[in-house]
């Protein structure tokens, strides 16, 4: 009876024939399609345009020449020169063995019944045009993408899925992704008519084989990878469904396509087919949109970084790949916008084109983004392969230098049997001594397989799992778990603890058969990854605990992280009592310092969790500080007659210590602040804030004493601020009857008048009359300034974070920069203005980090009452 192991040997045998059979169909069919896209682009045979197309035995499309000789659409040929038609094929072959100037006689049934007689004249293809149904003329760009898309790309994507499909071949999603790297092969749909005659049932139905497996294989992709969907735990039927009827579906093409090409009797009624033709449409749109749903499902639900980044990057490339397929073969013939994309050149080379993003996304996923983890695989299949090739060049080398050196001379310069015998003999048993199974070479070749496959073939690839399971597993108690059966799975070990460091004291945390004991000394004195064995004296553990106690662990794996001990694998003995080998040792260690880097991880992760938690906390905390400051600035400017306002901040912070205010006063006045509190952040908004309170309120409360009313601001907040916190301030009211301003500058930025003097120059006066800042100093003294506006004057009041934004250069833009860009654009509105400005500073700034907050308030004078 078959033991399970010989029944997976046999299962993986079976598998590799597939292989292997699968390999050398598609490379024939790669090298064969190659060979003859190159001959039909370069027209290397001189061969003959088509003056019709069959489909069957049934004529469409017949060109002029056709047309004039009798032939029309919709006849059926009966003969072509003599022979009968029994479908396309034989018309592939006339045609391919045809030259310039021949003719071909064809016998037709004509849509009444009547017979003709039919002869046609073939003409050849002009010069530096490719074999196509509609000549193109062939130049450099056209003959990059036919070797990039038909013959290059196509190569290396199958080299991509053979080489994961030997790598795994037990694994489904190796065979899927084998099958859409194949695909690429059928980006070539008007290559049949230039393939080579004995070729063309190998060109039929791997054509149809790749392009209707697929649709399929990109579905249960989507099912099974990079892990299964909700959606196969919930119907996993559905997948055997879809095999079902893919096999039936490929079945029914191969009798459709031997029904045209060779046996038209088989199925007289050649439309009755063509249902074969609209499912497969149909169902590939399905198969994408399906694909697509289960991405994005996935996506959402995926449990790591680098899933979601694989997900990301399939998404990405099957979008623009299969998305493509959808609108020029599906979206732009349903809406009647073209009849046949294969017949408009440019848009099939454009559709070609996008078709490969998918299959090279694939290839970088796989290759990359290390979805399979097959890298390993071929690294050591490399290896393998080169040092057992070395052994037989040299069992080669070694047999041509005995027959060269020593064989040749022998029997030229020796004549005489009895001197040349001796060497006769010592020749055939040295190279006996090649030949034999127990030879030298064959010692060295059994070497290499052990090497090679059995110790560093299983410890890359339980290296390479465990390095996946540890970035995917934050739990430490899963990535323990995980870890401590793998171990015991391979090394055949019955009895594993883990103890990891609490408190700063060594628990267990888990443990495999009965719980195993580990000396402390050994525990709390190593800082090393090197596996500790019961029969070692290790030096840094003294004298008395270099080795292990009977009833103690045979062997102790530090699980180390980057600074310290995290806490060790105690194992026991192996259940074939076999001693650990060194290779065993380097592979515990490795294994040890990649589970104490993931224990590490998980915790970093978790602190990250918690902070990332508090972080979110504070940044809705400042999103609210911003809202709330927002509203604080003036949501709608007031209407003055003959003046326009305009005015702006932006902060660093997102909230900051800017501030500025247009307030309407009792009399029709208008009141105009702008100021800067110091410090950014928070507690500046918080500072800008009560400056805003107290000024709204003592506009209400107070007269027209601007002096008054500053010196109020001042003591309200020294009061209400830290003793380092102080504003810089500036206050005017503009009574629009009188043209009259009165304002007050309280260690502000001095605004700017700007006045356009008749010779078209402009005055400049500054407003700088006030005193110091609010908030110092207890008590404060203030001086009010007074000046007239006219029409067209224009008041700029901004901040020092505009004034002095600086550029890489670590130079400052000035007052001078603001007043340049206000002047060039006088002419507009107030708003038109405050944009200028900032326009003009961004470009001045570049690319340097902006570290002060930015305020602009401009007033425009237009026209001013007529007693003013």
Not at 758 to 784: F, K, N
Request: charged content about 15%; glycine content about 6%; aromatic content about 10%.
């Amino acid at each position: 009876m078959p033991t399970p192991a010989s029944s997976k040997a046999a299962t993986k045998h079976v598998l590799y024939a597939l292989l292997f059979v699968y390999a050398g169909i598609a490379t024939t069919y790669q090298v064969v399609n190659a060979v003859s896209t190159t001959i039909g682009t370069f027209n290397l045979r001189n061969q003959v345009q088509i003056p019709f197309q069959l489909y069957g035995n049934i004529v469409f499309r017949p060109t002029a020449a056709a047309i004039h000789a009798g032939l029309a659409a919709r006849d059926t040929v009966l003969t072509s020169n003599g022979v009968p038609c029994t479908g396309a094929a034989v018309w592939q072959r006339i045609r391919w063995y045809a030259r310039p100037g021949d003719t071909i006689s064809l016998r037709v049934r004509k849509q009444d019944g009547t017979k003709q007689t039919v002869t046609i004249p073939l003409e050849g293809y002009p010069a530096g045009y490719s074999v196509d149904d509609r000549p193109v003329r062939m130049a450099a760009p056209l003959e990059i993408l036919i070797f990039l898309s038909i013959i290059l790309v196509p190569l290396f994507c199958l080299a991509l899925g053979l080489w994961v499909a030997f790598a795994r071949p037990s694994d489904p999603n190796a065979w899927f992704v084998l099958i859409l790297l194949t695909y690429p092969q059928a980006f070539n749909p008007g290559a049949v008519r230039n393939w080579i005659p004995d070729w063309l049932s190998l060109r039929l139905y791997w054509h149809l084989t790749v392009q209707f497996l697929a649709p399929p294989a990109l579905f249960l992709l989507g099912l099974l990878f990079p892990e299964r969907s909700r959606l196969d735990k919930r119907l996993p039927w559905l997948k055997w469904l879809v095999i079902a009827l893919t096999g039936v579906t490929v079945l029914a093409e191969f009798i459709a396509e031997y029904n045209v090409w060779y046996d038209i009797s088989l199925l007289p009624r050649v439309d009755s087919l063509r249902f074969v033709d609209l499912n497969f449409v149909w169902s590939t749109i399905l198969y994408i949109a399906l694909y697509w749903v289960l991405l994005f499902d996935k996506l959402r639900m995926a449990s790591s970084p680098d899933a979601r980044r694989r997900l990301q990057v399939l998404l990405a490339g099957s979008v623009v790949g299969l998305g493509n397929i959808l609108i020029v073969w599906g979206l732009l013939p349903s809406l009647g916008i073209i009849r046949d994309p294969n017949d408009i050149r440019w848009l099939l080379s454009l559709a070609i084109v996008l078709m490969l993003f998918f299959p090279l996304t694939l290839a970088y996923v796989v290759i990359v983004q290390r979805a399979m983890d097959v890298r390993i695989l071929l690294r050591m299949g490399s290896k393998y392969l080169l040092a057992s090739t070395t052994v037989k060049v040299f069992r080669i080398a070694g047999i041509a230098a005995l027959i060269w050196f020593i064989a040749v001379p022998l029997f030229t310069r020796h004549r005489d049997p009895l001197i040349a015998a001796p060497w006769a003999a010592a020749l055939l048993l040295f190279g006996f001594l090649f030949l034999k199974k127990r030879s030298p070479t064959d010692l060295l070749q059994h070497w290499i397989d052990r090497k090679f496959f059995r110790e560093s073939y299983d410890a890359e690839v339980m290296l390479s799992q465990l390095a996946k399971t540890a970035q995917t597993i934050s739990d430490p108690a899963a990535l323990i778990r995980t870890v401590s059966h793998r171990i015991s799975d391979v090394l055949h070990v019955e009895r594993l603890t883990v103890l990891l460091r609490i408190n700063g004291n060594f628990e267990p945390a888990y443990a495999i058969g009965p719980a195993l004991a580990a000396p402390a000394g050994a525990i709390h004195q190593t800082h090393s990854s090197t596996p500790v064995l019961n029969s070692v004296s290790d030096g840094r553990y003294g004298a008395r605990e270099g080795r292990i106690e009977p009833e103690s662990a045979e062997l102790l794996v530090p699980l180390s992280g980057r600074t310290q001990l995290l806490g060790m694998m105690a194992l026991g003995p192996k259940r074939s009592e076999a001693p650990y080998t060194p290779s065993d040792l380097r592979l515990l260690e490795s294994v040890g310092v990649q589970t104490g880097l993931g224990l590490e991880l998980s915790e970093t992760a978790a602190s990250l969790a918690a902070a990332a938690v508090e972080r979110a906390r504070i940044a809705r905390e400042i999103e609210i500080a911003r809202e709330v400051q927002e509203r604080l600035f003036p949501q709608r400017l007031p209407l003055v007659a003959g003046v326009n306002l305009a005015g702006f901040c932006r902060t660093v912070f997102g909230v900051g210590g800017d501030y500025y205010d247009a307030i309407e006063i009792y009399g029709d006045r208008l009141g105009l602040a702008i100021g800067d509190v110091s410090g950014k952040g928070i507690s500046a908004a918080l500072l800008m804030a009560s400056l805003r309170a107290c000024l709204r309120t003592m506009t209400l409360t107070t007269s027209a004493d601007l002096v008054h009313l500053m010196s109020h601001m001042n003591r309200l907040i020294y009061e209400a601020s830290a003793v380092n916190r102080y504003a810089t301030f500036f206050f005017g009211i503009f009574d629009p009857a009188a043209g009259r301003f009165d304002y007050v500058n309280a260690g502000h930025n001095p605004p700017v008048l700007l006045r356009r003097s008749p010779s078209g120059e402009y005055d400049r006066v500054l407003l700088d009359c006030g005193g110091p800042v609010i908030g110092l100093l207890p008590r404060a003294s203030y001086e009010q300034g007074s000046l007239l506006f006219y029409p067209g004057d224009l008041l700029l009041a901004y901040t020092d974070g505009i004034s002095e934004a600086m550029n890489s250069a670590e130079q400052e833009w000035g007052e001078e920069g603001i007043i340049l860009a206000a002047q060039r654009t006088s002419d507009g509105t107030a708003e038109d203005i405050v944009k200028a400005i900032f326009a003009a500073a961004d470009v001045f700034v570049g690319k340097a980090a902006q570290h002060d907050d930015m305020t602009v308030l401009v007033m425009k004078c237009s026209a001013l009452n007529a007693n003013a």
